[in-house]
């Protein structure tokens, strides 16, 4: 069963930083595409970040200021958020496509705000 639990997530203050962490069970996150996603209050789930076949991409909102990073030995996928503004201010969730199915953590909530 894949399981994908997300952390990390706080009150920062404007321009400053924040690394959130998926740990994933039942995959093995070395061989697979991962995803963050993120929620904010009242909008729909969009894409941050991917990491796919040793390349990342980036939404335009977050280019420059956030870095998808793996630790393979942890099964772990990370997003380093730096320069955080207050519209950086979601739900942040990761995801993985396996097994023909879409897996969703239960997010962890980043708030930007002085």
């Known amino acids: 069963q894949v399981q994908l639990v997300e952390s990390g997530g706080g009150l920062v203050q404007p321009g400053g930083s924040l690394r959130l962490s998926c740990a994933a069970s039942?995959?093995?996150?070395?061989?697979?595409?991962m995803r963050w996603y993120r929620q904010a209050p009242g909008k729909e789930r969009d894409f941050v970040a991917i990491?796919?076949?040793?390349?990342?991409f980036y939404a335009d909102s977050v280019k420059g200021r956030f870095t998808i990073s793996r630790e393979n030995a942890k099964n772990t996928v990370y997003l380093q958020m730096n320069s955080l503004k207050p519209e950086d201010t979601a739900v942040y969730y990761c995801?993985?496509?396996?097994?023909?199915?879409?897996?969703w953590g239960k997010g962890t909530l980043v708030t930007v705000s002085s």
């Open positions: 995801n993985v496509e396996a097994n023909g199915m879409n897996y």
């Open positions: 990491s796919s076949g040793g390349s990342s």
């Open positions: 039942g995959i093995i996150t070395s061989t697979r595409t």
